[in-house]
C-alpha cells in the first residue's frame, strides 16, 4: 500500500487552529518518510487543548503559518493520493478549514479513516480511540496526542489490518474527500 498518515493537533476548538501537523508517507508498505512541524495559528489557545496535547503559544511563537507550510506538502493532496487518519472527519475537517481560513483552495484525495476500518475489524474493543486499537494491535505509541507518533501509529493500524484482512477488504472504506 501506498499512502499519507495525517494528523493535525489544534490549539482551540476552532477548526482552522492548527498548531501541528505531522504526515507518514508509506510506500509499498514501509514507512519512507515522515513530516512533523510546528504551526502558529492565527487564534488564541484554549487550556483544555494545551492540556491534551502540551504545545502552548510560545511553543509556536517562532513556527510557520500554515500558508507557509502548505506549498511543502500540497503535492500529497492529489485525487489519486490516499491520505488516512484515526478520524479522519475531524483531520480532514482541521485540513479544509484551515485553508479556506486563509482564502486557499482545498484539494480533492482519496480518504480513509482508521476509526471505521478499527469498527468493522475490531468489534469486540471497548472504544476505538488510537490508543485502544494501537495497544489491541501491539503498535508502539509512547505519546499519544503528539501528531507524529499519532501519525505514525495510524499508518501501523493501517499496514497491519491491510495484513491481516487484505486490501479488498480496505478498499471499501476509501472515500473521495
Given amino acids: 500500500m501506498n499512502f499519507v498518515a495525517m494528523d493535525f493537533e489544534t490549539a482551540n476548538g476552532k477548526r482552522y487552529s492548527a498548531c501541528s501537523l505531522a504526515l507518514t508517507i508509506v510506500r509499498n508498505n514501509q514507512v519512507a518518510d515522515e513530516f512533523y512541524t510546528l504551526i502558529k495559528p492565527d487564534t488564541d489557545f484554549f487550556w483544555r487543548n494545551i492540556q491534551i496535547h502540551g504545545i502552548h503559544e510560545s511553543d509556536v511563537a517562532d513556527a510557520p503559518d500554515f500558508p507557509t507550510i502548505w506549498p511543502h506538502i500540497q503535492s500529497l493532496f492529489t485525487p489519486e493520493q490516499l491520505v488516512i487518519a484515526h478520524n479522519a472527519q475531524f483531520d480532514n475537517s482541521v485540513l479544509r478549514q484551515t485553508l479556506n481560513h486563509y482564502g486557499m483552495t482545498s484539494p480533492a484525495y482519496l480518504t480513509l479513516d482508521t476509526v471505521k476500518t478499527s469498527r468493522q475489524f475490531l468489534p469486540t474493543l471497548e472504544n476505538h480511540k488510537l490508543n485502544t486499537v494501537a495497544d489491541a494491535l501491539g503498535i508502539s ?30 478498499k471499501p472504506f476509501i472515500k473521495m474527500a
Fill in 141 to 170: 505509541l509512547e505519546h499519544h496526542h503528539n501528531a507524529l507518533d499519532d501519525s505514525l501509529a495510524c499508518a501501523n493500524i493501517l499496514l497491519t489490518e491491510t495484513k491481516t484482512f487484505g486490501q479488498d477488504a480496505i
